[in-house]
T-cell receptor, first 116, second 113 residues
């Protein structure tokens, strides 16, 4: 069975400081992992994806995530937060079994606040 | 690429009325998913289609909910009769398959009074 746990429901940072959003996953086979961002009244936008290539994945808007199999983690980071980064972030796992049809398992989300 | 298009963006209706939500997936994507998002339950998969055929509807809450995909460019999610507990944001997403990400529409915010 697959599952995703986002360790913080809310993270608050000051503008210009680093961002760390934590995610742990559970999967009995090699997963595809994604981070999505959701701004208010908008759909989910893909930030980055891991699909068994490089373990350090770079995404849009300066975000990156590192896949650590030994720790079953896929934490999202950004060196310097911007006010426009304030949003909700979802860590997502997808199985590679074709009969799963790409069903996604969503974490509960982390709300990121950025203070001026 | 226009992305996944959902309509309406907002819907307010009274309990007991029929509600129809619409989705146009990205051309060439063989899979289409319907999700519901609430504060209490987060994002839930309701149903998904592959090549217009429903594959898994185990997430559909009850018989009041139905979904169709008459062709590759259009899908509907219908609630009849609607109830206040159906109030949520409903998202449609399309997927080209394999290791690619799903692409989400901007959602329909549904309020049942």
């Amino acid at each position: 069975a697959q599952s995703v746990t986002q360790l913080d429901s809310h993270v608050s940072v000051s503008e210009g400081t680093p961002v760390l959003l934590r995610c742990n996953y559970s999967s009995s086979y090699s997963p595809s992992l994604f981070w999505y961002v959701q701004h208010p009244n908008k759909g989910l936008q893909l930030l980055l994806k891991y699909t068994s290539a490089a373990t350090l994945v770079k995404g849009i808007n300066g975000f990156e995530a590192e896949f650590k199999k030994s720790e079953t983690s896929f934490h999202l980071t950004k060196p310097s937060a911007h006010m426009s980064d304030a949003a909700e972030y979802f860590c997502v796992v997808s199985g590679l079994i074709y009969n799963q049809g790409g069903k996604l398992i969503f974490g509960q989300g982390t709300e990121l606040s950025v203070k001026p | 690429d226009a992305g996944v298009i959902q309509s309406p963006r907002h819907e307010v209706t009274e309990m007991g009325q029929e509600v129809t939500l619409r989705c146009k997936p990205i051309s060439g994507h063989d899979y289409l998913f319907w999700y519901r998002q609430t504060m209490m339950r987060g994002l839930e998969l309701l149903i998904y289609f592959n090549n217009n055929v429903p594959i898994d509807d185990s997430g559909m809450p009850e018989d009041r909910f139905s979904a169709k995909m008459p062709n590759a460019s259009f899908s509907t999610l219908k609630i009849q009769p609607s109830e206040p507990r159906d109030s949520a944001v409903y998202f449609c997403a399309s997927w080209p398959g394999r290791n690619q990400p799903q692409h989400f529409g901007d959602g329909t915010r549904l309020s049942i009074l």
